[in-house]
């Protein structure tokens, strides 16, 4: 068992702060290059601490721009530059690399978007209130796994447009350059009524009853399942969908298009 106190003081200060009590852009240092993510990231709040596992960079007096580069890094576009060299490990001459991709005109729209994915817990509530300028709640992130999937899609979108990336050009890259997201989109990912991720067994069972969206052909009894960690029963609604990504790729693309033409 090691020293806390050599620990913490080993651990590095940024001038004369320690560089725990910052918030920092954390990504696994594993490089899976053909699985669903290559690029795995998120915003780590003060006091949190990782070993080799995780790389991190940080931007000390600049939460706005901290939380603009990872909204960047968390999107498919930086993702698919990680991957488009194939590596074991990604550390900070990779992440140095990837293009500041964002534009003025739509810096609003992804910090409003990824804050609302990070921000999970009051852990993160003044990294909120730094960007947003009012009171962190329990209201403020997306919890909903399909409007939370919308939220990364739409950010995956405002990248692209920022960087100069075409509709067409970002579906291709989906399409041919992640096949293990794409198969979960058409094949694993369903959410039923209200936006709940559908679990395995039910998704299972479901199929196997021709997919019907009729509740007298899938009752209640065989849509409820309990969760594994809470212990709290659900009872997913009917009806069950995927999701199209290119489709909502495309829809999103088009939308903030025109926003960004209004506003000029």
């Known amino acids: ?9 080993a651990y590095g200060t940024w001038g004369d702060t320690s560089i725990r009590d910052y918030y920092r852009i954390g990504w696994r ?9 290559t690029l795995i990231s998120t915003v780590i709040p003060p006091d949190a601490v990782h070993v080799d596992g995780v790389f991190s960079l940080g931007l000390p007096g600049d939460t706005r721009t901290l939380v603009l580069i990872a909204a960047s ?13 194939p590596k074991s490990t990604i550390r900070r001459g990779s992440a140095s690399r990837l293009p500041q991709g964002w534009s003025p005109r739509f810096e609003e729209e992804l910090l409003t978007r990824y804050l609302s994915l990070v921000c999970m ?3 993160y509530s003044d990294l909120w209130r730094s960007v947003m300028f009012d009171g962190w709640k329990w209201e403020c992130p997306v919890r909903n796994a399909r409007d939370r999937r919308r939220a990364q899609l739409e950010i995956d979108v405002l990248v692209a447009l920022s960087l100069g990336v075409t509709v067409d050009e970002l579906v291709t890259i989906y399409r041919t350059q992640f096949p293990v997201l794409y198969k979960y989109d058409h094949e694993d990912y369903l959410f039923d009524a209200n936006g709940r991720l559908v679990p395995t067994e039910i998704r299972q069972a479901w199929k196997r009853a021709g997919s019907p969206d009729d509740a007298s052909r899938f009752s209640v009894q065989a849509r ?23 489709r909502n790729f495309r829809e999103a ?5 025109r926003m960004d033409a209004n506003s000029a």
Request: no cysteine; glycine share 4%; hydrophobic share 35%.
């Open 29 to 37: 240092n594993m490089a899976a290059n053909t699985g669903e993510r």
């Open 121 to 123: 817990t009051e852990a």
């Open 73 to 85: 890094m968390s999107s498919l576009l930086s993702d698919f530059l990680i991957r488009a060299a």
């Open 1 to 9: 068992r090691g020293n806390l106190s050599t620990y913490d003081a």
């Open 224 to 246: 409820t399942a309990i969760h594994p960690s809470s212990g709290v029963t659900y009872a997913y609604d009917l009806p069950f969908q995927t999701m199209d990504r290119e």
């Open 253 to 257: 693309y088009a939308r903030f298009e």
